[in-house]
C-alpha cells in the first residue's frame, strides 16, 4: 500500500481542560502548535476522534448527526461554559466504523446520544476552526487493556484509505498532582518516560511488532506509574499505533514543558 494515499494519524496532548482555549500562559507553546496542525496536513474527508474523556465497557461510536456539547471539567470561568463547536456528526461513517471493528470481532455499540466533550472540542476548536468537516468519536475500553486499544487502532486503519483523519487526543504526562508540585523531580522523572516514548514510536531500529509490544509493556517503562497512575489519557495514543501501522515510524509533531512537564505529541505519515 502506498503510504502517501493515506491519511495521517495524530496524538495530540490536549492540556488541562479548557486551558488551551483560554489563553493560559503555561499552555501558549501548545496553543500554537494545535492551531496550526492542520496546515501540514491534507484535508479530511471526516475526523475521527479517540478521546482520553470518554470509556465504555466495549467500544462505543457517537452516531448522532448534530453532537451536543459536554463541558466535562469544571471550577474555570464562566465563558468556558460557552465553547461552541457545531461540526456535524455522520452516522454513515459511524456505522462503517462498527462495521470495521465486528470484522475483527470486537463488540461495539452506536451512541446517538454522545456529545462531544472537551478532549475532542478543544483541539479542534483550535485545529479546524471552522467546524465544517464532520466529526465521529469513538470510546476507550474501561479494561484499560493497552493490546486491545492497538487492536481497536488496527481495525479502523482502513479508514485512512477513506481520507478519514484518526486523531488521539490524551496526553503523554497525565499525573494531576505532579502539575502542580514544587518538587523538582517531576521534570526529570517526565523526561524519562518521554524519552522512552519517543525512542519506542521513533527509533529506525525498531519494527512494527517490537514496538507494539512495548507499548503493551508500557507500565514497565521508567517512571510509567509516576507520569500515568491511570493510563487513560496515554491509551487514545496506543489506538493511533495501531492505526498507523502502514507507516509505522511516528515523527514527533509537539515536544513541550506543560505545567513543569515534559509532553509530546506524535505524526504518523
Known amino acids: 500500500m502506498n503510504s502517501k494515499s493515506l491519511m495521517p494519524v495524530v496524538f495530540v496532548p490536549h492540556g488541562g481542560g479548557p486551558m488551551p482555549l483560554l489563553d493560559d500562559a503555561s499552555h501558549r507553546e501548545l496553543t500554537a502548535f494545535m492551531q496550526n496542525l492542520a496546515q501540514g496536513l491534507p484535508t479530511p474527508s471526516a475526523i475521527l476522534v479517540i478521546s482520553a474523556h470518554w470509556e465504555e465497557t466495549r467500544a462505543h461510536i457517537s452516531s448522532g448527526a448534530q453532537p451536543a456539547m459536554m463541558f466535562d471539567y469544571y471550577g474555570f470561568p464562566p465563558e468556558s461554559y460557552e465553547f461552541r463547536y457545531p461540526a456535524p456528526g455522520n452516522p454513515a461513517l459511524a456505522e462503517t466504523v462498527a462495521q ?3 470484522a475483527k470481532n470486537i463488540p ?3 451512541d446517538g446520544q454522545r456529545g462531544y466533550d472537551h478532549g475532542t ?3 479542534l476548536l483550535l485545529s479546524y476552526p471552522s467546524a ?3 466529526v465521529v468519536q469513538l470510546s476507550l475500553l474501561q479494561s484499560l487493556d493497552p493490546a486491545a486499544h492497538i487492536a481497536l487502532g488496527e481495525a479502523i ?7 478519514v483523519l484518526i486523531l488521539g487526543s490524551g496526553m503523554s504526562f497525565h499525573n494531576m498532582r505532579a502539575f502542580f508540585s514544587p518538587s523538582p523531580s517531576v521534570k526529570a522523572k517526565s523526561d524519562s518516560f518521554d524519552q522512552w ?3 519506542t514510536l521513533i527509533s529506525g531500529s525498531l519494527d512494527y511488532a517490537q514496538r507494539a509490544a512495548q507499548l503493551i509493556d508500557w507500565v514497565n517503562a521508567p517512571e510509567a506509574r ?3 497512575p491511570r493510563e487513560e489519557h496515554l491509551l487514545p495514543l496506543h489506538v493511533c499505533f495501531g492505526a498507523a501501522k502502514a507507516s509505522p515510524v511516528a515523527q514527533r ?5 506543560l505545567l513543569g512537564t515534559k509532553v509530546s505529541g506524535f505524526l504518523w505519515q
Open 253 to 257: 509533531n509537539f515536544g513541550g514543558y
Open 197 to 199: 516514548l519517543n525512542d
Open 108 to 110: 461495539v455499540e452506536l
Open 157 to 163: 486503519a482502513p479508514l485512512r484509505e477513506q481520507g
Open 132 to 134: 465544517d468537516i464532520p
Open 100 to 102: 470495521l471493528l465486528r
Open 121 to 123: 472540542f478543544v483541539p
Open 226 to 228: 509516576f507520569c500515568h
